[in-house]
């Protein structure tokens, strides 16, 4: 079974949001959901630039979930303030 996750990010510098598809490796401590997936080291480990102006600073808005290209799950992220 493959599993990928479809993060959405919001470009803190230009207002944009661009997806992001992460796969993660079959090996034994990857991420198999959501929430795995947040407390990951994968997760920070990937680097996200936006398409429009090339900032690496973006905050996750949406992840959603999928196995073998079916959608699983969707979560929504809540902005930290
Ligand atoms: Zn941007």
Known sequence: MSIAFKVYVHCA???KNYGSLL???DAEDSPQ???ELLE???LR???FMCRECESPIGIITDIKE???DQLVAVRRLEPCS
């Open 23 to 25: 796969e993660p490796p």
């Open 66 to 68: 999928l196995r073998n």
């Open 33 to 35: 959901d959501i929430d």
């Open 45 to 47: 480990e990937q680097k």
């Open 40 to 42: 990951s080291n994968f």
């Open 13 to 15: 510098n230009c207002q």
